[in-house]
């Protein structure tokens, strides 16, 4: 069960997902630095945030109650602009003092017996029988995204139709489905390039999108409650009813891929945190699929890791990608057991053309390195599909630090739109290219 501390972390990004009708001035300053960057100019707003966040690090460290949010703001602005070390580090900075990694067992390496297997093909073969599959992603973190984008194909081909997504605004979504892109309205998170790209090519394939966060009269903490858990499991119920409600309550035989965040999908009945996993179950009378893909993976250091994967890694196990471990019996490794059945361990990251290696998405990808102007000071590099309106989600951008080499963007095959933008919005730089 959460925390306390926790708790409350988890009630202010509810609230994060579901600002659009929040007034301004009753945000924490972080979330206000985000929010009239993006009422001034979305697609600036990326380094704008970043940037204005930055300078007010030592201001958000030193507010006891305000400095785990501070991070987890910045991490996830970070993120959004291909910086996943710094990201890394942020999110650690926030969730250190909570995240409290395991011991290793004593005596034998109980995970030495399990062999490794492709996590992508082993999760399809597993799924095959299912009809709700639950996956979770980190939000200072862009690589679940990149991981979820790869599992969207195979799922469709063995009959998964819906795709639910936490971060999706319920105002949205008919413009979404008839557009066949996000836009910086569409949700919070995915305002990532890598997040907004998973949505992109799922409605490509023909998936129905649907959102399932609940509004503000959801999350507003009430006079009754007794503890700050109590707003949260409200969250959490709101968001298996939607689920619930848009799919499997409509469309009995349906299959169903939920994209959630962190431990939301938890199938927890016991105790005094109900997460949405556990509630969902019992709504539906489904044994879904819980796959973890935040906690297998690295941190800014060794302390944050979790046993497992130290192991796992060192071992070489995650050479080729990323995998799950199968034990003789034919079960699955989780570092949850009873919570969540079964954790992906990825690999640690490899810079390659300059940017994360799992940026490439197993080969999607493709590195393209263009001519550009030097700068003096930071700016944006970006790249929109052409064709689409000018309040779209980009496919991918990167920050130019001056002094730092020019690192590539990662784009799929298609025509891109690609320009420089300062942080008040001048564009400095623009040409096309095509990515065969």
């Known amino acids: 069960m959460p925390t306390d501390r926790w708790s409350s972390v988890l009630v202010a990004l509810g609230a ?22 993006l009422a001034a100019d979305p697609q600036s707003a990326y380094l704008v945030s970043v940037l204005n966040l930055l300078a007010r690090e030592a201001e958000g460290r030193a507010d006891d109650e ?11 602005q970070l993120a959004f602009v291909g910086e996943h070390a710094r990201a890394t580090q942020a999110s650690d900075e926030a969730y250190g003092a909570v995240a409290a990694r395991p011991n290793a067992p004593e005596g034998a390496d109980p995970v030495a017996g399990y062999q490794a297997l492709p996590a992508i093909d082993a999760l399809v073969e597993r799924a095959r029988d299912r009809q709700l599959v639950m996956i979770n992603e980190e939000h200072g973190s862009s690589m679940q995204r990149a991981f979820a984008n790869q599992l969207l194909e195979p799922l469709r081909a063995i009959g998964f139709t819906y795709l639910a997504v936490e971060t999706l605004s319920d105002d949205d979504m008919p413009a979404l489905r008839t557009r066949g ?7 919070t998170y995915s305002r990532d390039p890598l997040f907004g790209d998973l949505i ?32 949260t499991n409200r969250r959490e119920r709101g968001q298996a009813e939607n689920i619930f409600a848009r799919t499997l309550a409509k469309d009995p035989d349906a299959k169903v891929l939920v994209f959630g965040g962190r431990d939301h999908i938890a199938e927890v009945r016991d105790g005094q945190w109900k997460p949405m996993g556990g509630v969902l179950a019992d709504l539906s009378g489904l044994d879904p699929l819980t796959i973890d893909l ?38 699955l490794w989780t570092g949850k057991p009873g919570v969540i059945d ?70 799929r095959p298609g025509a891109y739109v690609v320009r420089v933008v300062d942080r008040d919005g001048t564009e400095r730089h623009r040409t096309t290219t095509r990515v065969p």
């Open 181 to 187: 892109y996000p836009v910086h309205a569409t949700g």
């Open 294 to 331: 935040f906690n297998m993976v690295e941190h800014s250091a060794p302390e944050f890791e979790h046993w497992a994967f130290k192991a796992v890694t060192a071992a070489a196990r995650t050479a080729d990608g990323p995998v799950v471990l199968l034990a003789d019996g034919g079960k």
């Open 200 to 231: 992109r090519r799922a409605l490509a394939l023909g998936y129905t999108v649907v959102a399932y966060e609940p509004g503000p009269d959801v999350l507003r903490p009430r006079p009754d409650d007794l503890t700050p858990i109590d707003a």
């Open 342 to 411: 079964i954790s992906v361990f990825h690999p640690r990251t490899k810079i390659e053309h300059g940017r994360p290696d799992w940026v490439q998405m197993n080969g999607m990808r493709k590195a393209v390195k263009l001519a550009l102007p030097a700068f003096d000071h930071p700016v944006l590099l970006q790249a929109f599909v052409a064709g689409d309106g000018s309040d779209a989600v980009l496919l991918d951008q990167v920050i130019l630090w001056p002094g730092i080499p020019q690192p590539a963007l990662l784009l």
């Open 66 to 76: 305000l400095s785990s949010f501070y991070f987890d703001v910045l991490a996830t």
């Open 16 to 37: 994060l997902c579901v600002t659009a009708s929040v007034p301004a001035q009753k945000l924490p300053w972080p979330m206000v630095i985000t929010r009239e960057a």
